[in-house]
């Protein structure tokens, strides 16, 4: 069963403006961190931003933050003011509970037109 | 991504031949792993490694081995080596939130 799903295989977002980058996921844990990772055409992964299961305030890093709807199992990777270095395919994934298995979404691929 | 060697970065392989890809980590991190992506997908666990010593089938581990040989290596070994092996590798470590990625190694199975 797929615990990670992104559902929005790409967009494309004018320069300046914001995107908001669906992720939505699948378990039975209490205890679980969900994150994004950035990877630019020349195909590194950058970890981007956390947030924990318990953590009650939203996740933000710079330009990035995370909003996080635990009741829909929802974990949104907001960009504000976004610049053409932001164009890049952007991965959710999720660590359950006390096992250390990291698992990945399927990407969304941004698009920045100036 | 200093922290995280990955060797080689490129490869090409004859169906059947076998290769041991290797991957090493400098901060102190217990937990490693080894993910494919192919082309326009997403990471695809084959192995991961919470801390030394132990190993974990991922989403795909078919047809791969890995070996956690102390806290700082994790290799991920191809006994024979099939077209379907195609893709790109990737090693990760982990500690607590911080993550990081070696470079990749893409490997072509002919």
């Known amino acids: 069963a797929q615990k990670i799903t992104q559902t929005q295989p790409g967009m494309f977002v004018q320069e300046k403006e914001a995107v908001t980058l669906d992720c939505t996921y699948d378990?039975?844990?209490?205890?679980?961190?969900l994150f994004w990772y950035k990877q630019p055409s020349s195909g590194e992964m950058i970890f981007l931003i956390y947030?924990?299961?318990?953590?009650?305030q939203n996740a933000t890093e710079g330009r990035y933050s995370l909003n996080f709807q635990k009741a829909r199992k929802s974990a949104n990777l907001v960009i504000s003011a976004s610049q053409l270095g932001d164009s890049a395919m952007y991965f959710c994934?999720?660590?359950?509970?006390?096992?250390?298995?990291?698992?990945f979404g399927a990407g969304t691929t941004v698009t920045v037109r100036a | 991504n200093a922290g995280v060697t990955q060797t080689p970065k490129f490869q090409v392989l004859k169906t059947g031949q076998s290769m041991t890809l290797q991957c090493a980590q400098d901060?102190?991190?217990?937990?490693m792993y080894w993910y494919r992506q192919d082309p326009g997908m997403g990471l695809r666990l084959i192995y991961y490694?919470?801390?030394?010593?132990?190993?974990d089938k991922g989403e795909v581990p078919n047809g791969y081995n890995v070996s956690r040989l102390n806290k700082r290596e994790f290799s991920l070994r191809l006994e024979s080596a099939a077209p379907s092996q195609t893709s790109v590798y990737f090693c990760?470590?982990?500690?607590?939130?911080?993550?990081?990625f070696g470079q990749g190694t893409r490997l072509t199975v002919v």
């Open positions: 490694s919470a801390s030394e010593g132990t190993t």
């Open positions: 990760a470590s982990l500690r607590g939130v911080m993550t990081f």
């Open positions: 947030q924990g299961s318990y953590d009650e």
């Open positions: 994934a999720m660590r359950e509970g006390s096992d250390y298995k990291l698992s």
């Open positions: 378990t039975s844990d209490q205890s679980y961190g």
């Open positions: 901060m102190n991190h217990n937990s």
